[in-house]
Every structure is written in C-alpha cells, then in structure tokens.
C-alpha cells in the first residue's frame, strides 16, 4: 500500500507515510507509538519473511517452518531458551518501552494482514504466517547475537585447547595475540614475533595421514567499520561519523532505511532499521550521528562442571547441587515434534564439552535482563557525543564499538552494552568455578566504562582488531580480534590528510589498496622470476596494481597463493589437534595467523617446515601450483582470470539455497566485486558491507547512504533493487530521503 488513506481502526492520532523514488520512508506524526505502528506496518507490508526469519532463527522454531533441514540449528539455540528469556525482558521493561513493542506489534500485524496476500514466501512453504508480538523483537535483537557472538564459547574453547596440547613455544607462535598491524585506540602495535625453539616433527605420529583444510580469509568475518573526524577536520566545525557494517548480504538486505519525526522536538531521526523493532539502529537524530562494529572482545566464559561420581550433580560453592532440567518441545514441519532436554546450571545452560569430554556451562551476557532491551530508542532523546556515551553500558545489544559524532563537532567512543566484572578470573581461561573464586560481580559502572572522548588527533576509528590496551583491555578481554591490517589501513587514511568531507569519508569506505598483501606479492614475485615456465604468471603478479580490483588476475593469484600457503605451513598443527578433536578446525582463533606465516615465508625456518615438503621453495612452489589449479577450472585462459571472476556476487534470497527457481526472480546481478578482506572496502561474493553510511549531524543532506539490494523483498515492487547499482559502483547516493513520490496516511 503506497499511497491513499487506511481506517486501521486502531490509532487515536494519525501517521503520515512518505516514500521518496527509493521507497525511503519518512514518518510524520505527534504520537510515538503512532510512528511506531507506521514503522510496524512497513516492515510488515516489504520484509514481514525477513522478520519472520530472524525471531525463528533465535527462538529455535525454524523447523517449523521449513521442516528437519533446520532441526539441528533448532536443537542448538534451543539450549538458550531466547523466547522465554524475550518475555521475562519484556516485563522488565519501562512501561514507555512496553507500549511502544505493543504499538509495533499491532502495526506488523495490520500491515500484514493488509497485503492482498500473504508474502510469497508462504504459498511456496505452504505455510501461514503466525502474528507478531512484542517477545518477537526482542528475539530480533537475540538473532544479532547469534551473528556476532558464539553462542557456545567457540573462540575460547579452541584457544584453551591449544594453550594445553600444544608445545608453549609452538602456541605463543601459532597463536599470537597480536603484532606488526594493530593499530588501537589506545595503546601501541605487539613487537615481532620470536621464532619457536621445538621441532614440527614433535607434533608428528608416524602413519598418520596430514590433515588439509582450505584456509579461508581469516579476516572475511560478521564485523564492520567505522570512524569518525572531529570538527577541527571539517569546514562547518561538525563531527562527521562513517559506518559501514559487514554481514552476509542476501535479498532482501538486513536494513530497512526509514526516518521519523520525534514528536515533541525538532528532531528527525533517520538511518538503518532492523525490521523487527521500532528503532535506527545506526544514524543520525540531527544532532547526534552514530555507528556500530562488532568489538570481537569477550562477553561470555566457558565453564567446565565437575560433576559427582554419578555424572547427575555437580559442585557448586554452596556443595552439590542438581541440575535443572526443562524440556523443550520442537515443532518439525512434516514430522513429529523433538522434545530437546536442556540442563541447566546456576551460571547457564550446558552447552558442549571441551577437549577432555568435560561438560561446559556457559556464563554469556546475552542471558541476563540487561542482554537485550530497546534502550536504543533513547538515541532518539540525545543531544551530544556526551550524553550518547553515558548511554552505553545500558544498550541492550551485542557489544558493539560505539563511535559517536555530535553537530558541535565532538567525537567519541566506547562500548555499547554492559560489560561484566569479573572476578578472580581473566577470561582468557576457562576455569571451574565450584569454589566460589572465581565469578562475575554484576557489570562495570558507566565510570568504569571504557571511554575515548576528544582526541587530540580528532580521529577514532575501529575495524573489529583489538581497541584498547592496559586496563581497558584487561575488562574487554579477547573474544577473537581480528588482524589489524583492516584498522590500520583507515587510520593511516585518515591521517593522510587533515580536512575532511563527506565524500573524503566515502573514499575511505571504497579504498580497496592491498596494503597488507603487498610484501606477498613482492615475495611472490622474486618466486616466480626465479622458475621457468611461469614467465605468463610473473608478468600478471607484477601487474597486479596493487588492489583488490575486479580487473585484477595478479592480485586474485597473490591472495589465494598466501592462503593456500598458510594451508601447507600449517597443517601439522591442525593435523595434531584432530588427533585430540576429530573436527577440531582453526576457526576464529587462527584470526592472527598471519604472523606466523609471515614468519615461516620470509625466515624458512627448517624445523618448522611440513614433513611432507622438502624445503620451503618446494612448498611455495606447490602453494602457487594450487591456486593456479584451481583458478584453470574453469577454463579461461590466465589473462581472464580476474578476481572479479572469484569475486561476482551471489546475493539470494535465502530460500535461493533449496529452490533454484527462487534466483530466477530474486537474485541480483552476479557483478564482480573489487575488494577483499584486510582492506577497508570488504568484499566477498555473499558478504560485505550490508550498509554504508557517512553523515554530519544537522548536515543530513550531504550525507551519504549505501545498501545493498533495496527496500522491498518483493521482486514486482518499485523498490526491488533500487539503489543497489549505487552499492555496486560506489556512487555517492543521498543519505536524506529525497522528494515525496508517495504518501499514505494511517488513521
């Protein structure tokens, strides 16, 4: 419904709808919850299946939708109980925040129940939609956490095993907690690595085959970046704040681009919704601008029971105690319902097991009454960096970098959510916790919070590596940081200058240089000077440009000889893990595995070389011989093979996966992509940046805003796609609404 008048026979004051061309929505009304059911009504009426997705991926109820496919997804969340958990928060809530989730609801349901038909993603699942209710946002909220942290302690599970198995030398090598590429806030880069003193052949058990897994871009993670200039960098004395937040991009996109007046102020609200809830998530109130990366840091710990003879208690500081146990009742489209047992302990639930085979019980912020709430919607109410960053420990969101830019022209950043105290513990281990040593004491205090507020460079930045160092980092902890290279790249950008605009901002968000990748291929190079028959590859690897372009064969070459080499060197550490962990893989944890391979390309140390190479030139050799395999799959000669042939997007709607069909008229164009990881323009054929944004608080006209894909799900609607050519090519397109192309009116 795009335009006309709608009796909905449930609002006391009315809410006026404009679209622009784009169907970016502006929301005009005196009454909150007015606004708050309009906005329901549009999620509802273009993304009520994405909507529908998230609550279900959080709550555990996929299966019911789409049958056993989703079942073993479903039996895992399930042990977190997040529905339940939704509707103990809601009643927590202020009653201001409880009505507003009401208002929503009643829109959503409204809005859907005013389609023609129902989305057709049901006719296809011969499913019925169900109603929203006001638990349903909350498990919105749940679902982000699922994407941006573990919801089994995966990174400190396989970083504790390789601290134990392993040689200490071997896992201060293999396992650095840092290096050459960091580039904090606060605090300096690690020094060099030191080579280790113990022979791979220790790790070694003879006949056992070496395991191989395909290394993939350690840095091509669910995170994000952003930034933001004080007003001494700008020509109007304003803040100016980018973001751009890196997840899987599919159709439709996770965002849905929507403003509103604050009835009562002169403020407008405007940026990024989550459909689910009546909230920017990143943006601007005209005053205030702000946005989001994941911080990778540690918000949850691992602990491992020590359980009576009898396996059925286990010891607590106040003795032995029971395990909880609830059944929950698994609905299966197609089947019978699964009844899933889940056991639960004073700390948390039981979530899986270590190495030993010992039950771990996992302490995770996002089951406690401050995980999720909608205190978000008190952005609406700021009116500088100041009053946003006390804001902060009381978000109810997965922890998140909050950079934060105010029209006064300050700046600043902190964490978003509340951050644990803990207590005879660092994190970093997972210890018992029965004798009543080690705990969590509530969360810090907003003056315990980290803070950067006016720097006197004028600049903060961050890219999901570490942030902090000292103290700071001592109550952040390290859930995984991911190399520095990304961070570093933007904050050498943004000291290459000193004034600033919106379009300077969006030059850094596109800077697709391979800064990182640059002595690989200086290294690369001298290898294949050095070999006959590979005169064709050198000439491509010299002419590589130097960035992640879709034009590029040299750099597709260098980027996938270094993970391919990374494959090799390490394969006798993963190879001796799996003798302890049958599926034990790197994961997350090898998130800094760049020093050391970095270490062994340049230093060739012998006693560090794969058993199964002669020397490392042979390696090298067989690495490059890899990728060049690989890229002649497909049969175009070398100067063909560009990185935008790997690189061409694959973005789909999620039923696409199962019904092919679905790609036929949802899909969007397979384009080749420039950029990569450990650059600031991230890139993958499935993952990106969901959304760019760079604004100045009171300049919103000048801002600018990217997003994938488009506003509506529905392929025959005027929105489908529209604006995703700007995402592709990186065309300044307006972060304001432009002229109202239709109006609706809700009475």
Do not use: C
Request: hydrophobic letters at 40%; charged letters at 20%; aromatic letters at 10%.
């Amino acid at each position: 419904m795009l335009e006309g008048e709608i009796e909905t026979g449930e609002l006391e004051i009315p809410v006026e709808i404009q679209r622009d061309h784009q169907g970016v929505a502006f929301i005009r009304s005196d009454d909150r919850g007015s606004i708050a059911y309009a906005l329901g009504f549009l999620h509802a009426q273009e993304r009520f299946f994405q909507m529908d997705l998230l609550r279900r991926n959080s709550s555990g109820e996929l299966s019911e939708l789409v049958g056993t496919a989703a079942l073993e997804h479903d039996q895992g969340i399930r042990l977190h109980q997040f529905r339940k958990r939704a509707e103990r928060n809601i009643t927590a809530m202020p009653e201001e925040q409880r009505a507003l989730l009401e208002r929503y609801a009643d829109g959503v349901n409204f809005g859907l129940e005013t389609l023609g038909a129902y989305p057709w993603e049901y006719a296809l699942l011969s499913q019925t939609p169900r109603k929203w209710v006001p638990a349903d946002s909350l498990l919105s909220i749940f679902s982000m956490y699922l994407t941006l942290q573990s919801e089994t302690g995966k990174f400190e599970r396989r970083d504790n095993a390789l601290a134990e198995l392993l040689p200490k030398d071997l896992y201060d090598f293999f396992v650095p907690k840092g290096g050459i590429w960091d580039a904090p806030l606060i605090g300096n880069a690690r020094g060099p690595l030191a080579l280790p003193d113990t022979n791979i052949a220790a790790l070694e058990v003879s006949g056992q085959p070496m395991a191989y897994l395909p290394m993939q871009s350690e840095d091509m993670i669910v995170g994000s970046n952003n930034w933001a200039v004080g007003g001494a960098l700008t020509s109007h004395g304003g803040a100016i704040v980018a973001d751009d937040m890196h997840l899987s991009i599919t159709v439709p996109n996770i965002w849905y681009r929507a403003g509103w007046e604050v009835p009562g102020s002169e403020r407008e609200m405007r940026g990024a919704s989550l459909p689910g809830g009546p909230i920017i998530v990143a943006g601007s109130n005209g005053q205030v601008a702000w946005g989001f990366t994941n911080t990778t840091a540690d918000w949850g710990d691992l602990i491992p029971l020590e359980l009576s003879a009898n396996g059925g208690q286990y010891r607590t500081p106040d003795g032995w105690t029971d395990f909880a146990v609830e059944e929950e009742l698994i609905e299966v489209k197609g089947g019978e319902p699964v009844t899933l047992e889940v056991r639960k302990t004073i700390w948390g639930p039981v979530v899986a097991k270590n190495h030993h085979g010992t039950p771990l019980a996992y302490r995770w912020v996002a089951h406690d009454v401050r995980g999720a709430n909608m205190n978000l919607l008190l952005m609406e109410q700021v009116s500088s960096t100041r009053e946003a960053l006390d804001l902060a420990p009381q978000l109810g969101i997965p922890h998140q970098n909050f950079v934060v830019g105010d029209s006064a022209g300050n700046i600043g950043w902190t964490v978003a959510g509340p951050i644990p105290r803990r207590v005879g513990l660092d994190g970093s281990r997972s210890v018992s916790w029965a004798d009543g040593t080690a705990y969590w004491d509530g969360y810090l205090s907003l003056a315990e919070q980290p803070r950067v507020y006016n720097p006197p460079s004028h600049r903060i930045w961050t890219a999901n590596s570490r942030t902090m160092d000292g103290e700071y980092l001592k109550v952040m902890g390290d859930g995984g940081y991911a190399l520095g290279a990304r961070q570093q790249q933007i904050r050498d950008d943004l000291f290459a200058r000193e004034q600033f605009d919106e379009q300077d901002l969006l030059d850094i968000q596109l800077d697709d240089r391979a800064v990182f990748l640059q002595r690989w291929q200086e290294q690369l190079q001298a290898l294949t000077d050095d070999i006959e028959g590979y005169e064709e590859v050198a000439a491509q690897i010299e002419s590589w440009g130097g960035r992640a372009s879709a034009e590029s064969v040299g750099y597709r070459i260098v980027r996938n000889f270094r993970l391919k080499f990374i494959e090799l060197a390490t394969a006798p550490v993963l190879t001796y893990m799996r003798r302890h962990e049958e599926d034990f893989s790197f994961g997350r944890v090898n998130r800094q595995v760049e020093y050391p391979a970095w270490a062994m390309l340049e230093k060739e140390p012998e006693h560090l070389l794969n058993p199964e190479f002669q020397t490392w030139r042979a390696l090298k050799i067989a690495a490059l011989d890899a990728v060049l395999e690989e890229m002649a799959e497909t049969d175009l000669p070398l100067n063909e093979q560009t990185w935008g042939v790997q690189n061409a997007a694959r973005i789909q709607h999620p039923l696409g996966k199962a019904v092919s069909l679905v790609n036929w008229f949802t899909a969007m164009p397979a384009d080749p992509l420039s950029g990569d990881s450990h650059m600031p323009r991230v890139q993958s054929s499935t993952n990106g940046a969901s959304e760019r944004l760079v604004v100045a608080p009171g300049r919103e006209e000048s801002g600018i805003f990217h997003m994938a894909t488009g506003q509506s799900a529905h392929p025959l609607s005027p929105f489908f796609g529209n604006g995703h050519r700007d995402w592709v090519e990186g065309n300044p397109s307006p972060f304001k609404e432009k002229e109202t192309t239709y109006n609706l009116r809700l009475n």
